[in-house]
Each structure stands twice: as structure tokens, then as C-alpha cells.
């Protein structure tokens, strides 16, 4: 299948400010782009890029002061199937997981691993390791919070999220994702696209999506999204990390005002 992804974004900064950007597909997706994810900028301005310690494509920038617009339009292509389940697969024990995996058993910055461990402990140590035990945390965690945009607070972390029951996408994979830690399951955070492709119109605005990733015992990550609770078609994956921190699609070094913020996913007709 063919989907349009873009974006358009606008600041008004009262003076030059330097920009950290995660506005490019991940790597792995960039062999399915149909045409450039270029980052275009109003005024024209020129950006480095660089690759950071999760892989992740970043690009620096000095946007000028006043107005400043960032925006692409382009297509990925995509297999069309849901995300993949397999429950069958079971978990790694903590000595047999590869280097690589131990930095996402670790607290972060969202991810509160010393307060949830208790909880986890007590709600999921009963339920044998593996897919089984992800799916009864992702259950968890979508009746626990409460979906809506108002909601949303840039400082939230995952016990807050817990604690308050309220939130957006990026605090139930917040949630999901650290009481997975808890039980030595490795989970990292990821942010994307991802339309409401082949469902029923969802009212309100579009926008990039967080979801999280595990490592089961088939040494490989699997994608799970405690918001929508069900396989979904379509996710192009832009960035992981920890957590939030290291996804964002902005940083700002400076005083800046969000201006405006648009979101395109939208499948198209095969050619």
C-alpha cells in the first residue's frame, strides 16, 4: 500500500534559535520511500544532519527569528498488514539479553522503573514471562488512562500518568513500556506516523503517535500500543529511544512560540 505522510510545523522566535529536528523516517523505512522526505523551510535555510546513538536520523538547524515553517509531503510504502502478534514467543532472562538491550531495563527520564516495580510485581509476576505477560501490562495500561488531548503535559512521566489516569499516546507507551522494565522485559519508546488507516474517521486533529517496542527470545523488537490496544496498519516509525526525550520532533534551544501544527496520514490508491 501507498501512504502520504507530511507535516507542517510553524514557530515564530523572536530571535535565531538553534533546532534539533527528528523529523526524517527512521532509517529502516528509508529503502520504502516512493519520494524524499525532505525537510523544507520557509525562509530557506540550510540544516546538517547526523545519526545519534539509537540510530536515529537528526538534522541541526538555526531557524532565523520571526516566522519559520517546517513542512514536507511525501509517500512510503508500506506491506498493508497489521502489526504482527506472537504469542507464542516467550522472554529472555536478564544474563542472556545482548548488550544493546540492558540500557532499556533502566529508569529514564519519563520512565520512573523505582516507583512502578512494586506495582508491576504485584500485578504481573504471576503471569508467565514472554508476549503474555506484554499483552497483560498493555491491557493494563489502556484502562488505566484516559484518552484526550487536554490532557496532555509535556513534564507527565509514567507514574504521573499512573497516577492521574489521563493522557495522550505518548503516556500510555510512557506507562506500558517502564512497567515492562520492571519485569526485565526490555522496552523502548517510539514515535511515527500512524493514520487511522482502514478504520472508521476518528474526530480531531492528526498527529504523530508514540507506541513502544519489546525484546522477546526471538532476539527481535515488537512493536506494542497501549493507547489503541489492537494490531493497527500503517506505522512508519520515525525515531526510539528511552523515552520521549530522545523522540522529540523539536527541541528549541531558546524562547519560541508554536505557531501552527499539521499532521498528513493518509493512504492512497496503488498505482
Not at 534539533?20 to 546538517?48: C, G, K
Not at 503535559?153 to 510512557?174: F, I, Q, S
Amino acid at each position: 500500500m501507498r501512504i502520504r505522510t507530511g507535516y507542517e510545523i510553524v514557530y515564530e522566535l523572536p530571535a535565531p534559535t538553534p533546532m534539533l529536528l527528528m523529523l526524517n523516517v527512521h532509517p529502516t523505512r528509508i529503502a520504502d520511500l516512493e519520494t524524499p522526505d525532505l525537510i523544507h523551510t520557509n525562509p530557506l535555510t540550510p540544516l546538517t544532519q547526523y545519526r545519534d546513538i539509537y540510530g536515529n536520523l537528526c538534522s541541526r538547524i538555526l531557524a532565523p527569528a520571526g516566522r519559520f515553517v517546517m513542512n514536507a509531503d511525501f509517500i512510503v510504502r508500506d506491506d498493508g498488514l497489521p502489526d504482527p502478534v506472537a504469542p507464542h514467543l516467550g522472554q529472555l532472562p536478564v544474563a542472556d539479553l545482548p548488550d544493546e538491550a540492558l540500557l532499556f531495563l533502566l529508569g529514564s527520564r519519563y520512565c520512573e522503573t523505582d516507583q512502578l516495580s512494586n506495582l508491576a510485581w504485584s500485578l504481573f509476576g504471576s503471569i508467565p514471562p514472554g508476549w503474555g505477560r506484554v499483552q497483560a501490562i498493555v491491557d493494563y495500561a489502556h484502562q488505566r488512562i484516559k484518552f484526550g488531548y487536554e490532557h496532555a503535559r509535556p513534564t507527565k512521566t509514567a507514574y504521573e500518568a499512573h497516577e492521574e489516569g489521563l493522557g495522550v499516546c505518548r503516556d500510555y507507551a510512557h506507562l506500558a513500556l517502564t512497567l515492562c522494565r520492571c519485569m526485565n522485559i526490555p522496552a523502548r519508546y517510539c514515535m511515527g506516523f500512524l493514520g487511522d488507516i482502514r478504520l472508521p474517521p476518528v474526530p480531531g486533529p492528526m498527529d504523530f503517535s508514540g507506541w513502544f517496542e519489546v525484546y522477546l527470545d526471538d532476539h527481535q523488537w515488537h512493536s506494542f500500543d497501549a493507547r489503541h490496544n489492537t494490531p493497527r496498519i500503517g506505522r512508519i516509525l520515525m525515531a526510539h529511544g528511552r523515552d520521549a526525550t530522545d523522540t522529540a520532533i523539536t527541541t528549541t534551544f531558546g524562547p519560541n512560540f508554536l505557531a501552527g501544527f499539521t499532521v498528513i496520514t493518509k493512504e492512497l490508491p496503488d498505482l
